[in-house]
């Protein structure tokens, strides 16, 4: 069974940094990309980044662009998000979720069950 | 960035009923469209992927179709565990994008 189980999330002032884990198991991790998706309080769903199964192509929302960075241990079986230079409006929910098909960077499923992080000071 | 609009925004539907969601894309999209449904609480679920193949172990109720830039969701027969928000996203090009959700409710 797949399963990927984020950490990391918690409190953090205004243009501080954090990093968040996702540990998955029950699939050849180096095989699938893997994304963050967040989810504001109350509100819809923002893709965030993707890394391919090698870690040699990675992707980022505009939002969250030169201040997020995004990478993967395949040793480790586990996927980083790199935050820094928070501002309120990163305050969310974060998803890890893999791409149910090998090799691709498309789609997403299953999803864990998410990390919150609340920037505030 | 390729804005994805779904309509409507909420809709009430009584067990039985069959629904159906548009999202419709700012640019063509070809097929690269998926659905999610999240429950509340909980992290969402991939439902269809490619516009219209249906993720394994999800329910043949739940079709897909559309290409271009205008898409379907079909629910047939809903069911309580049905209750729900779905969203569309476009995977055609990055930044990935989703629609801002339909609320399916209990009438």
């Known amino acids: 069974e797949v399963q990927l189980v984020e950490s990391g999330g918690g409190l953090v002032q205004p243009g501080g940094s954090l990093r968040l884990s996702c540990a998955a198991s029950?699939?050849?991790?180096?095989?699938?990309?893997m994304s963050w998706v967040r989810q504001a309080p109350g509100k819809g769903l923002e893709w965030v980044s993707v890394?391919?199964?090698?870690?040699?192509?990675?992707y980022f929302a505009d939002s969250v662009k030169g201040r997020f960075t995004i990478s993967r241990d395949n040793s480790k079986n586990t996927v980083y998000l790199q935050m820094s230079r928070l501002r309120a409006e990163d305050t969310a929910v974060y998803y890890c979720?893999?791409?149910?098909?090998?090799?691709?960077?498309?789609?997403?499923?299953?999803w864990g069950q998410g990390t919150l992080v609340t920037v505030s000071s | 960035d390729i804005q994805m609009t779904q309509s409507p925004s909420s809709v009430s539907a009584s067990v039985g009923d069959r629904v159906t969601i548009t999202c419709r894309a700012s640019?063509?999209?070809?097929?690269?469209l998926a659905w999610y449904q999240q429950r509340p609480g909980k992290a969402p679920k991939l439902l269809i992927y490619?516009?219209?193949s249906l993720q394994s172990g999800v329910p043949s109720r739940f079709s897909g179709s559309g290409s271009g830039t205008d898409f379907t969701l079909t629910i047939s027969r809903l069911q309580p565990e049905d209750f729900a928000t779905y969203y569309c996203?476009?995977?055609?090009?990055?930044?990935?994008?989703f629609g801002q959700g339909t609320k399916l409710e209990i009438k």
């Open positions: 979720t893999k791409d149910p098909q090998e090799n691709e960077l498309v789609w997403f499923d299953p």
């Open positions: 029950g699939f050849t991790f180096s095989s699938y990309a």
């Open positions: 890394i391919s199964g090698s870690g040699s192509r990675t």
């Open positions: 640019q063509d999209i070809s097929s690269w």
């Open positions: 490619a516009a219209s």
């Open positions: 996203q476009q995977a055609n090009s990055f930044p990935y994008t």
